[in-house]
């Protein structure tokens, strides 16, 4: 799913971030055009997976987002209104997804500068660092409904949601 909506927007092209072993994962994408990239050590933390990820942009990339596989209510617009709010002219290096409330969440659009700090992250805090050390380059980009801040991490949490779906 989340690889899907990552191809129906305006990125320019979808790096997916696997463990090594979970032929299941890597059997949900085939046929998508999409870049498998495996992580090794993703037992690290989401850490590893940045890096990784990171490690098969191209050179002439002016930005990523990182958006999580766990996260199903984030949409295509979710994604377009990150980049439509990309402007590193402007000092909008950074978008962060916020939800109709105002909540910071997910998925984050990072420009280049950027990268650097990313590859240097450890563990499984993600990119919370770079985000607070930089917040003169960060803007909130409102996005739809609650999408940016339902993070599904447990089949427990997968299961009650879809329960809320069928309403």
């Known amino acids: 799913h989340c690889a899907n909506v990552a191809l129906a927007s305006q990125a320019g092209r979808v790096n997916v971030v696997l463990p090594p072993d979970h032929a ?3 059997a949900a994408i085939r046929g998508l055009k999409v870049n498998t990239v495996f992580c090794p050590d993703w037992r690290d933390g989401m850490s590893a997976s940045i890096r990784a990820g990171l490690g098969q ?3 002439d990339c002016d930005g990523v987002i990182i958006a999580l596989a766990d996260m199903p209510e984030i949409t295509a617009d979710h994604l377009n209104r990150l ?3 990309f402007s590193p002219q402007d000092a ?3 978008c ?3 939800a109709d409330d105002g909540t910071p969440g997910h998925p984050v659009l990072f420009g280049r500068r950027f990268f650097e700090a990313l590859t240097g992250l450890h563990g499984d805090r993600g990119a919370r660092d770079v985000l607070g050390d930089a917040r003169e380059f960060m803007v909130d980009v409102a996005t739809p409904g609650r999408g940016a801040l339902v993070d599904l991490d447990t089949p427990q949490d997968w299961e009650k949601w879809r329960k809320t779906r069928k309403l």
Do not use: D, F
Request: glycine share 6%; aromatic share 0%.
């Open 83 to 85: 980049i439509a709010a």
């Open 92 to 94: 909008r290096e950074i």
């Open 96 to 98: 962060r997804a916020v």
């Open 57 to 59: 942009v191209s050179p």
């Open 24 to 26: 299941g994962r890597a």
